[in-house]
């Protein structure tokens, strides 16, 4: 189960603010620097994946499928407590084998909810919270700086501090950090927040127009196709 | 968080635990810890909810697999709620106990956890069971549970006597809560208490540095 990712999370006064890095590692190789680790759930709801990469994605969007189902079939808007309820019921039901460190956060109509899920099924509803490979770091951070009802800007200030910690303290955590403020108001994803200051520059452009490479030689070869059965339907539109 | 499990028996978050359940003068306090841990080194949580409402006069508290208990309490309140609607009464505390052996009978193969349920119901009163890991039901009149509850057996024989009052059997469970969290390294936290009785339900919550000390601490 690969968790090189810091996620991390943290009620504030008017919603919850989420954050997450942005690498992806396949081995000891980054294989994604830009990867989105905050999926959304519903409009009013979003969920950071820690874990293996495809099944976070995977559980998230089969969530995120059945919230609108039922949204649509209800008339109702969807309670972050229900979306936890049911990413519970998943993952028990597969005993830890799909490896999801899902930190859920979002604001209904009974207030602004985080709540963590254990890739056993296991649930905590918590004030602040971290996941991942580097969330010992994080929750550094967040033990000595959260306070109940932080105003919006200390908040995001205090995950991307969160963030920064897991990315400079933990391998597996590194680029750029994004930052998911959900508030009745609507939501603010802020793709990337802050950028990563090793940054490399490129010299030069890679790309190459058309006709950039020679053509030495060209050799045409047509290939003959036999027809060997033809079959007619015709489309009923009456 | 694969780094925090060692080779707990445990997969996943644990709630290694100290909880109780002990029957006064007309009613029941049940008590837990709020600490639940990974491996025997990582504590996931420091403030979990180990003592749940299965029903309005009923309570459970959780020990073992985190994941497990919780998703047995959860269709224990589902049974709990159809039954009482079949009914047309509230359920018997027995009932309650019964639902959660069952389902811990039936797949004790595959689950972790142990349960105290106690309550108050109208024909019997106030009771406490114990719904151990392979399926036992036993009623008693005080019980302990969790890896903490070792460290206070003898506090629990010396002290508990039948027929206390409300005040005096809270302190018996403040007192050997606060005596098992100082001994166990996977208790601690916060001190859950609830006393349920005719009337109703009171949640006492009481803070770690709240917590009485005892000699050498």
Known sequence: MKTGTTIAGVVFKDGVVLGADTRATSGEVVADKMCAKIHYISPNIYCCGAGTAADTEKTTDLLSSNLTIYSLNSGRNPRVVMATNILQDMLYRYHGQIGANLILGGVDCTGNHLYTVGPYGSVNKVPYLSMGSGDLAALGILEDGFKPDLELEPAKELVRAAIQAGIMNDLGSGNNIDICVITKQGVDYIRPYRESQYKDKRKTKYKYPPGATPILTEKVVPLKLEIVQETVQKMETA | ?217
């Open chain 2, 1 to 217: 968080m694969e780094k925090h499990c060692t080779d707990s028996r445990v997969k996943g978050v644990s709630t290694g635990t100290t909880i109780l359940a002990a029957v006064f003068d007309g009613g029941v306090v049940i008590g837990s810890d709020s600490r639940a841990s990974v491996g025997e080194e990582y504590v996931s949580s420091k403030t979990i909810n180990k003592v749940i409402q299965v029903h309005d006069r009923i309570f459970c508290c959780i020990a073992g697999s985190l994941a497990d208990a919780q998703a047995i309490t959860k269709a224990a309140k589902f049974h709990l709620s159809f039954h009482s609607v079949q009914m047309e009464s509230p359920p018997q505390v027995i009932a309650a106990a019964s639902v959660l052996k069952d389902l811990c009978y039936k797949n004790r193969e595959e689950l972790q956890a142990g349960f105290i349920t106690a309550g108050w119901d109208k024909k019997n009163g106030p009771q406490v069971y114990v719904v151990a890991l392979g399926g036992m039901l036993i009623n008693q009149l005080v019980t302990i549970a969790g890896s903490g509850s070792t460290y206070i057996y003898g506090y629990i024989d010396a002290k508990y006597k039948p027929n206390m009052t409300k005040e005096e059997c809270l302190q018996f469970a403040t007192n050997a809560l606060a005596l098992a969290m100082g001994r166990d390294n996977v208790s601690g936290g916060v001190a859950h208490l609830v006393v349920v009785t005719e009337k109703g339900v009171e949640h006492v919550v009481v803070p770690g540095d709240k917590l009485p000390k005892f000699h050498d601490e």
